[in-house]
T-cell receptor, first 112, second 111 residues
Framework: DAGVIQSPRHEVTEMGQEVTLRCKPI?????LFWYRQTMMRGLELLIYFNNNVPIDDSGMPEDRFSAKMPNASFSTLKIQPSEPRDSAVYFC??????????FGPGTRLTVL | GEDVEQSLFLSVREGDSSVINCTYTDSSSTYLYWYKQEPGAGLQLLTY?????DMKQDQRLTVLLNKKDKHLSLRIADTQTGDSAIYFC???????????FGSGTKLNVKP
């Protein structure tokens, strides 16, 4: 298995633009997580899905952020409009319900 | 909410032992984890311990859990330069799938 796949690996955009981050979980995993990592706040859980259904989105910072999981093999995290304070590394992770979350390599987002 | 705390930095010499510490606040933790993050990469699970255990050893890694003090530690024996990374402590509660991560400890191994 290729592991969790995220794209793009790096994204540079200007303030006000829409940003879409993509994730392909490990096949057969029924949990998917989106995290954000910054120096100031560390690793924050934004939202997680079980069987494509959002279970807990309490970590989503504000309405500018939205996440979808249209099927078991694909999820998106969208920021519209983006702001400089959204600059961070965004990780997707998946789990088969066991005691391990498998992380993707992350997307480094820079909003100018 | 749940609070997991770690010191930010640790520096050791190659060949020495490293001890990374973590404290947590929720006594209903079920599993506690150590993850490793190398530069430019995602987090990788190193080891985990069930909350009814005191110790777990896996090759050069030893995890100690003091449930009374809510203290978790990771000892790396014979630390190598390849061990330089950020180490995250995490806990999960009754819902195994929601993890709470500490801020990470950056381990620097000097040759």
């Amino acid at each position: 298995d290729a592991g969790v796949i995220q794209s793009p690996r790096h994204e540079v955009t200007e303030m006000g633009q829409e940003v879409t981050l993509r994730c392909k979980p490990i096949s057969g995993h029924d949990y998917l997580f989106w995290y954000r990592q910054t120096m100031m706040r560390g690793l924050e859980l934004l939202i997680y899905f079980n069987n494509n259904v959002p279970i807990d989105d309490s970590g989503m910072p504000e309405d500018r952020f939205s996440a979808k999981m249209p099927n078991a093999s694909f999820s998106t995290l969208k920021i519209q409009p983006s702001e400089p304070r959204d600059s961070a590394v965004y990780f997707c992770a998946s789990s088969g319900g066991q005691n391990e979350q498998f992380f993707g390599p992350g997307t480094r987002l820079t909003v100018l | 909410g749940e609070d997991v705390e770690q010191s930010l930095f640790l520096s050791v010499r190659e060949g020495d032992s490293s001890v990374i510490n973590c404290t947590y606040t929720d006594s209903s933790s079920t599993y506690l984890y150590w993850y490793k993050q190398e530069p430019g990469a995602g987090l990788q699970l190193l080891t985990y311990i069930f909350s009814n255990m005191d110790m777990k050893q896996d090759q050069r890694l030893t995890v100690l859990l003091n449930k009374k003090d809510k203290h978790l530690s990771l000892r790396i024996a014979d630390t190598q330069t390849g061990d330089s990374a950020i180490y995250f402590c995490a806990e999960s509660l009754y819902n195994f799938n929601k993890f709470y991560f500490g801020s990470g400890t950056k381990l620097n191994v000097k040759p």
